[in-house]
């Protein structure tokens, strides 16, 4: 290919991927009124939208009979453009999900792991969990787009490996090898808090936004921080590890999985939260938690103490509550650094979203400077505890979305 020609395959791509991520924000939309957006002539979009629709990427849809003139067909997404596999590698879980090209899931399990088990055999839970999502797929006969994995910890997303995660103590783990090996599908790996950053800009509350923050929470506490339109990823591709930020000023007796003390998720976590419950039980509080364990038969938890929460039990409300003013204070930081336009919570604590956020935005409230904290604001993930799970599809179609053709036309 000489020059001139790659320049103009280069052009040809990048238009058509501005026409595509314009027609999934934008959606239903005409054509001429791409050409309007994007400035490009209306002979240009349409053989744009030709090529998308040959893609099978975008379909026709109804018409915009409103206004003066003719009317104009409107084209949006073709959720059976092909599906998705994600997969969310929890702390203490493993979650598989397949979607449609729009995020809809179609199947999904969750199976309990254990942290403690050595790596290969989670790799191998997770591998046997992706062949029965694969098998559905098939069986439906659904075109595979590719798979998302989102993990905890610093990720190579270029080389897809796994760099280090301290919850699990992992290293160097070449998750897009070991995966495309196994699936022949294709394979991106991205940290679950980044992962879910743009599923809440490609499906979520942040379709519009070009400047939020999202905080993952769960065994340990991530951040997806997305500046300018796009993920910001700092010099090696490892930001966002708000976490392990020492951000108390009396470091605890806490250790954190990183090996250091005082850093903000020991305070915020889910063990954080169980410990402080407990340490309420052990000075005999009156409290159901322990009939719902006898009754229940399970360890103290998250869920539990959740639901012992919504039975109105007082020292499950204040536990909730004082990690909530913990989870605040690193918001504030967050949010008087970044100045934000939304910051977002998901991740397995967000089941106990309605008890964390009204902490959060108090502590948020005292500690932000006025003129910040007014422009921000702070709620939950649609996707709640499967934040980083739609997260790994996001990351597919995004894949998508920056190289339509990628995708054959059929
Ligand atoms: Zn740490």
């Given at each position: ?63 915009n009979t409103g206004g003066a003139g003719r009317p104009a067909t409107l084209v949006e997404m073709n959720p059976q453009a092909g599906c998705i596999i994600g997969v969310e590698l929890g702390v203490d879980f493993v979650s598989v999900a397949v979607t449609d090209f729009l995020g809809n899931i179609i199947w999904r399990r969750r199976e309990d792991a254990d942290p403690t088990e050595d790596q290969e055999k989670m790799i191998n839970q997770t591998l046997r969990i992706v ?280």
């Amino acid at each position: 290919m000489n020059k001139n020609t790659a320049d103009q395959a280069f052009v040809r791509e990048t238009n058509l991927s501005l026409a595509l991520r314009l027609i999934h924000t934008q959606s239903p939309i005409s054509r001429a009124q791409l050409a309007g957006i994007t400035g490009l002539n209306k002979s240009t979009v349409s053989s744009l939208v030709d090529e998308l629709l040959e893609r099978n990427l975008v379909h026709e849809t109804g018409s915009n009979t409103g206004g003066a003139g003719r009317p104009a067909t409107l084209v949006e997404m073709n959720p059976q453009a092909g599906c998705i596999i994600g997969v969310e590698l929890g702390v203490d879980f493993v979650s598989v999900a397949v979607t449609d090209f729009l995020g809809n899931i179609i199947w999904r399990r969750r199976e309990d792991a254990d942290p403690t088990e050595d790596q290969e055999k989670m790799i191998n839970q997770t591998l046997r969990i992706v062949k029965e999502a694969m098998a559905v797929g098939k069986k439906k006969n659904y075109h595979f787009l590719g798979l998302g994995l989102a993990t905890p910890g610093t990720v190579d997303v270029d080389q897809g490996v796994l760099i280090f995660a301290p919850n699990l103590h992992w290293r160097n783990v070449p998750f897009v090898t070991i995966f495309s090996e196994q699936t022949k599908l294709k394979v991106f790996v991205e940290n679950d808090a980044n992962a879910a950053a743009i599923a809440e800009h490609l499906f979520g509350t942040a379709r519009h936004s070009q400047d939020f923050l999202f905080v993952f929470a769960g065994v340990g506490i991530g951040g997806g921080l997305f500046l300018n339109g796009k993920l910001y990823r700092g010099r090696n591709g490892y930001a966002g590890e708000i976490g392990h930020s020492p951000i108390m000023a009396e470091p605890s007796q806490t250790v954190c999985h990183c090996g250091n003390r005082g850093c903000w998720e020991t305070y915020a976590n889910q063990y954080s939260i169980i410990q402080r419950v407990q340490a309420r039980l052990e000075v005999k509080r009156s409290s159901i938690i322990p009939r719902l364990m006898v009754e229940q038969n399970t360890p103290l938890s998250i869920p539990l103490i959740k639901q012992a929460a919504d039975a109105g039990d007082q020292e499950a409300i204040d536990s909730f509550t004082e990690a909530g003013h913990a989870m605040g204070q690193g918001f504030a930081g967050l949010i008087n650094i970044f100045n934000p336009e939304k910051i977002i919570l998901g991740g397995p604590l967000s089941i106990a979203g309605e008890y964390l956020l009204p902490a959060i935005k108090e502590t948020v409230t005292r500690h932000s400077l006025p003129e910040i904290i007014q422009q921000a604001e702070v709620l939950l993930s649609p996707f709640g505890p499967d934040a980083s799970l739609i997260g790994a599809i996001a990351i597919v179609v995004d894949d998508v979305l920056s190289h339509p053709i990628s995708i054959e036309r059929r």
